[in-house]
């Protein structure tokens, strides 16, 4: 069912679709001017010898024109610890293995192939945080000879000092250059003292990263407790998030500081109560918004033949997820704090109007639809004609027939709904469906 504020905004909607589809052309381009800024600040940044990190940053701040504070942020930028659960990825993968023990036949098959997924998504991301230490990037190849996880990695970025830096280039260019030099060797007393200084090497470089200490500063570990506390206790309030720290943090900091910081990490604040949407629902949003339409959301169309999709939840607790779903989707419109029609707790929409935006959101989430696929695939049809099918002569019968569709996905398990006053004839709805025009 269409909402009356959607009614009203229906004009202003339609001059606006214009306006987005321009800038939907736009930004390949802008994507484009951004890949080559990175590849000029990395060409810089490769052709730059090892230095200290406070040297390298006012250098890097002089030459791109930015303050240092953005600089270093550019420079020493080390990804999100990857997690599922809470769990690292190694632990995952064992913890798969283990359980691919029960399993027999095709399902054995399947969970192998998603055991696969996750190493290939867990080696992408080793690759992103090797590319993030500007300094060490060069020297993948023999990086990758090491075995690293993600916890050597991030010791690795937390390297500041040039000495430091230089000391683990030259572990692992001698142990490239031995590998190298034992490929044109047979098995023999040569290769085996080869493989013997290799592993010597090797055992220096673990030395020298056990030997890097990884360390929170106190405003860190605030920025951790805060996190955990809003994780915990969703709504709680910085003041009791202040007196639920430990006693050594409580000292340095204050409800008014707690806010700031909560705001730095992107916790959304209602009306002082604190909320954060889980961050393994961000990793897949596409699937997480499929599912959450497919329980509290709408797919549909108006009387005039214009796209509609929303998603709505109630309450506090509903309208800082709904905040925090546009910050996570980067589109759509906010109406928050709506009377409800039974006058209960407020109802609040993130609601999707252009054609474009519900082209991509559709797009993204049609692979994850349990229920309301087909409505989907009813709005993307309608997209579709209506922006290179207008002159054709079925056009405008196209038009009503999805209309038609789209009314008898929603009202399908409604024994009550009077299919006449629509003049649908559900009999004869496969003709509907087989009529389509996704090809034409």
Not at 46 to 60: S, V
Not at 94 to 100: G, Q
Not at 224 to 240: D, F, M, N, T, Y
Not at 401 to 419: A, C, G, P, Q, V
Request: net charge positive; proline share 3%; aromatic share 8%.
């Amino acid at each position: 069912m269409v909402n009356l504020n959607e009614e009203s905004l229906n004009e202003e909607i339609e001059e606006n679709e214009e306006e987005t589809e321009i800038l939907e052309t736009l930004k390949p381009k802008v994507q484009q001017l951004e890949a080559l800024s990175e590849e000029l600040h990395r060409g810089w940044l490769d052709n730059k010898p090892i230095r200290d990190n406070e040297l390298i940053a006012k250098e890097y701040a002089e030459r791109f024109d930015i303050n240092l504070t953005d600089a270093k942020k550019q420079l020493f930028n080390f990804p999100d610890k990857y997690e599922i659960q809470g769990n690292d990825i190694p632990t995952v993968i064992k913890e798969m293995r283990k359980y691919r023990r029960t399993l027999k036949g095709e399902n054995k098959i399947q969970f192998t192939n998603s055991i696969d997924n996750v190493i290939s998504g867990y080696s992408d991301h080793l690759d992103k945080c090797m590319d993030s230490i500007y300094w060490i990037r060069k020297y993948k190849i023999p990086l990758n000879k090491m075995n690293n996880s993600e916890y050597h990695l991030r010791k690795l970025s937390t390297i500041t000092k040039e000495e430091d830096k230089r000391d683990i280039v030259n572990l692992l260019c001698k142990h490239w250059e031995m590998d190298l030099n034992r490929r044109h060797l047979d098995y023999g007393p040569e290769y085996a003292l080869l493989t013997k200084k290799m592993s010597i090497t090797k055992k220096a470089y673990k030395k020298a990263l056990k030997d890097t200490v990884i360390g929170n500063s106190p405003k860190e570990e605030i920025r951790k407790s805060i996190l955990k506390a809003v994780c915990e206790s969703p709504g709680i309030s910085s003041r009791q998030i202040h007196d639920s720290l430990p006693k050594k943090l409580y000292n340095r900091t204050s409800p008014m500081i707690i806010s700031k910081l909560a705001k730095d990490q992107n916790i959304t604040n209602v009306d002082g109560a604190y909320y954060k949407i889980n961050d393994d629902i961000k990793k897949n949003i596409w699937a997480y918004t499929a599912a959450f339409i497919d329980s509290d959301g709408y797919i549909t169309m108006d009387k005039n033949h214009n796209p509609r999709v929303g998603l709505v939840a109630t309450g506090n607790r509903g309208k800082a997820f709904m905040m925090e779903m546009h910050k996570s989707l980067g589109m759509g419109r906010l109406h928050l704090d709506q009377k409800s029609p039974q006058d209960t707790r407020p109802v609040n929409r993130l609601n999707f109007y252009s054609a474009a935006e519900v082209k991509k959101l559709l797009t993204k989430c049609r692979p994850h639809f349990k229920m309301k696929g087909p409505n989907a695939d009813v709005l993307l049809e309608l997209i579709k004609i209506k922006k290179n099918d207008k002159k054709k002569d079925w056009y405008k019968d196209r038009k009503e027939e999805l209309f038609k569709l789209m009314k008898y996905h929603n009202h399908s398990d409604n024994t009550r709904f009077d299919w006449k006053e629509w003049d649908i004839d559900i009999n004869n709805i496969n003709k509907l469906i087989d009529n389509n025009k996704m090809e034409a």
